[in-house]
């Protein structure tokens, strides 16, 4: 092993000090906001919360879970997360598998038609016509497919498609495999690393997107909980909470240790941790899943 010379040495521990100062200074508004959700809203009216809950509660988190409002939006955003990243991984996948094939007629010019798209769109006023032309507002498949398909995405799954050894495919068809008995016995088995980082990529769009909640949606019992968040942040939480759970606002009027930040600073932990805590199981897929798709022989 090859030894470090001394300003090796400095340099390297300089980085690491660097980087670990950086982590830090991103971390910290998160863990500031999650220990103020933890602590009494009238204590922390006072200041000096940073690092550790002073008077510690759990009376934020049971004020806000008290509005169905948030159990349902929480729900949806659930149920849109996991189907939308299943529909959009299958059919981003598929589109890949087309366009990978020398043999596609046209394959140049499709291949420009959707890099288009990535840089100009039609427009927000036209976009809301094309989806009520469709019957899709205040639907729950509005918050589904029209994010569908993303052109970065099959441009990463197509070049991980390409990297594949053709005696794979030639030896299925050698043994009758129709294309499609190809795709999803030998492709998408082998293709796992890049699937998982793609659908961890549309997870997180999914779950963090609250425009199209916004712009599409009407009905309360259809906002995505981030949709919500935004709704509640942008108004008085004390009256978006309690006017819609009696034992809530009761709880409010009887109790002054909650404050509007504490209640919004709950809000926002049970919004964001669930998506924080898939990021563990599939960080492994990360490196080698893009690297893999990035690379061409």
Known sequence: MMRLSLGDKIMQRSIYILLTLLALLMLYPFWNALVISFNLGSDTALGGVTLLPRAFTLENYYIVFQDQRLLNSFLITILRTLSGTALS??????????????????RKQYMVFFMITMFFSGGLIPSYL?????????????????????????????????????GL????????????????????????PVLATIALFTAVGY?????????????DH??????????????????????SNAIALDHMN???????KSLTMATMMIATIPIILTYPFLQKYFVKGVMIGSMKE
């Open 169 to 192: 495919e030639e030896s299925a068809k050698i043994d009758g495999s129709s294309n499609y008995g190809i795709f999803f016995r030998i492709v998408i088995p082998v293709s796992g």
């Open 254 to 260: 009887r109790n002054r240790t909650i404050t509007t």
């Open 207 to 219: 779950w963090n997107d609250w425009f199209t909640g916004a712009i599409y949606i009407t009905k």
């Open 222 to 243: 259809l906002l995505p909980i981030q949709t919500l968040l935004r709704q509640i942040m942008n108004s008085n939480i004390m009256t978006q909470i309690g006017a």
């Open 89 to 106: 991984v299958f059919f981003t996948a598929l589109l890949a598998y087309g366009m990978s094939k020398k043999t596609l007629l046209f």
């Open 130 to 166: 094309l989806v009520r032309s469709l019957g899709m507002l205040d639907t729950f498949w509005v918050l589904i497919i029209p994010g569908i398909i993303s052109v970065w995405n099959m441009i990463v799954i197509r070049t991980f498609f390409h990297a594949l050894p053709e």
